[in-house]
Every structure is written in C-alpha cells, then in structure tokens.
C-alpha cells in the first residue's frame, strides 16, 4: 500500500533514530511527507492543510501498538483520516420515492458533462432504470447533436427543443414528457463555459428552482487538479450540489481533486469517469481513491 509515500515516511523515521513511538515532536518530518504527497496528487493547498491538521490530531491521540512500527501506524492512521474525509463508503445515487427522479448535471465545459450524462442512462438502463436525456444547452448546437447521437448509441430517448428555446422550459417539459411515458430517471445536461461564468450560474439556478431536482451532480475533471477546490467552492456555494462525478481518472493524474471536491462541498463523489466511451464509468470508492491519491 502506497510504495511511494511508505518508503520517504520509513527513511523520515530513519532519520529519528530510537524513536519507536509516534510523538508531537517525531511526527513533524512525517507529515511533511504527507504533504509533499498530497501536493503532489495536485491536492489544494488549503484543502492538505486542513487534512494535515486532521492527521496530527488523530496520531496524537492514537495508542501504541506493540509490534507495529511507528512508520507504519502512522501511514494507517493518514489512510484512515483520507478515507474518513472521503466518506468511508460509496453513496448511491438519489431515488425519488415517485418517479421520475430528476438529475441536474452541473460543470465546466470540456469537463465531460454530456459524456456523463450518457454514462449515468446506461447504468441506469443496466439496472432496469429507464431515463430520458434532456438537452438544455441551447446555445451550442453540437452539444444536442452529441447527446442525440449518445442517446442512439446506448439507446435512451433524448429530448430537445432545438436552440431557440428556453432552458428552463426544455427541462419542464422533458420531465412532463417522462412523467407522461413512465420513465423513471430524467437526466438533465445543461450548458457549461470554459470559465465559470455568472450567466450559466444563473441559468443553473433558474433550471434548480424550476425542477426540484433529487441530485445536482457536479462534473469535474480530475485533470483540473488545484483548480477543482476554487471550482466546487463557487458551484456548491452559487448552486448548491449534491454529488460531484469525477471525469478522466484514466488519465495519469493521482486524483487529488477528489479530496479537495469533497472537502471543499462536503458532498459526496458518486462516480468516476475512466474513458471516452460509455461504458466507462464506475461507482465511487474512497479506499480506493486515498490508495490512488497516497501513491
Ligand atoms: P462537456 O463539454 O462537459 O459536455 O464535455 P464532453 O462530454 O463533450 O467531453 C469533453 C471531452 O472529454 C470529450 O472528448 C470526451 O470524450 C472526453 N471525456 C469525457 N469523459 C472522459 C473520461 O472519463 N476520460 C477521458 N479520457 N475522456 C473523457
């Protein structure tokens, strides 16, 4: 379990010789470590600090364990405290109690929303969950051919009304349009920008407050790095999210973003994405995920 960050914490401890025990004092080197790690996982700044604060309080108060050495005490207790902010298990999507149950997606353009929002109606689909995708980015034609040409792919209807229309009301009435045909999950893409931007803020509020959606799942993309904190802490703060699903961890990043996103909104990461295709998505797994981030 984390080769890398096991062997620069055993030679902190090296160094410290004689010390077999874990103390105010010997732990300092330890959890610079741990934050050199972090950093390195593009963890953000405030975000370790925080963490930091965590592990230096749990292995202050944490027993000696005979037999065990300190280096590896002290790793357990840093993986346990990640996984604790992570929060310990993944959490399912939301179901509403009278279908349809209505999913708002929220994030940057280029984040891989609408890819996402294909993911999430296939697994849906694979559990018997119909869905609908509704297509409320009026102001970029490609982004509803993409989803239409998704929706045929994995075979889930699409519902558009072309870019002259009002995204509020595209959401209204493909959410009308299941309720009316049964299906049980409506999944709602919206228009994201390069930059987060005031006019897709307020148009995500609007769509919000007018659908009451179950889940508003922000899409991150793990490759933003340092970046995600500032990001979630404008969405969540602006829009209010549910859960976040965290795009391209196929790629070489160690995924520190999924440490800043849930400390920063508190909310939990329901998903990960790890491809272009739509296959490519999986539930979200904290143990895994601090295994990822700790190297
Ligand atoms: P949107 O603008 O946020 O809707 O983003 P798109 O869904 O159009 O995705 C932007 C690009 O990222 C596309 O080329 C996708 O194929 C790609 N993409 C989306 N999710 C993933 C992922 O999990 N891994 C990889 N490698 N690429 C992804």
């Known amino acids: 379990m984390f080769d890398a960050l096991s062997e620069s914490l055993e030679s902190a401890w090296k160094k410290l010789r004689g010390q077999d025990k874990i103390t105010a004092n010997n732990i300092k080197p330890a959890l610079q470590e741990v934050r050199r790690s972090l950093l390195s996982a593009d ?11 965590d592990v230096e309080k749990a292995a202050q108060g944490a027993d000696v364990i005979s037999g065990v050495r300190p ?41 891989g929303k609408t890819t996402a929002t294909a993911k999430l109606a296939l ?19 490609a982004a509803i051919d993409q989803l239409k ?23 209204q009435k493909g959410i009308e349009k299941a309720q ?6 409506v999944i709602i893409d919206t228009a994201g920008r ?23 799942l922000l899409v991150v993309d793990a490759m933003t790095g340092q970046e995600a904190a500032s ?11 549910t859960g976040a699903i965290l795009t391209k ?17 508190g909310q939990p990461i329901k998903f990960i994405g790890v491809g272009e295709k739509v296959e490519a998505l999986q539930p979200f797994y904290p143990e895994r995920m601090a295994s990822r981030i700790l190297g």
């Open 194 to 216: 390069l930059q987060i931007d005031q006019d897709m803020m307020e148009e995500l509020i609007s769509i919000k407050n007018a659908v009451s959606p179950h889940e508003v």
């Open 249 to 265: 961890l196929d790629g070489d990043t160690r995924g520190g973003a999924a440490l800043s996103v849930r400390q920063v909104s």
């Open 43 to 53: 963890v953000n700044l405030q975000v370790v600090k925080n963490f930091i604060a």
């Open 71 to 111: 280096d590896q005490q002290f790793i357990k207790i840093v993986n346990d405290e990640l996984v604790k902010v992570m929060g310990e298990s993944n959490v399912p999507l939301a179901e509403a109690d009278t279908p349809p149950t209505i999913i708002l997606m929220a994030g940057l353009q280029g984040t």
């Open 149 to 171: 040409t998704l929706g045929e792919q994995i075979e889930v209807p699409v519902f558009e009304m072309g870019t002259e229309a009002n995204p509020v009301e595209v959401a």
């Open 180 to 185: 009316a045909e049964g299906i049980n999950t």
């Open 123 to 141: 697994h849906l689909r694979k559990q018997e969950r119909s869905a609908l995708m509704v297509g409320t980015d009026v102001y970029r034609p």
């Open 231 to 241: 990001l979630t802490a404008t969405f969540h703060e602006q829009v209010g999210v």
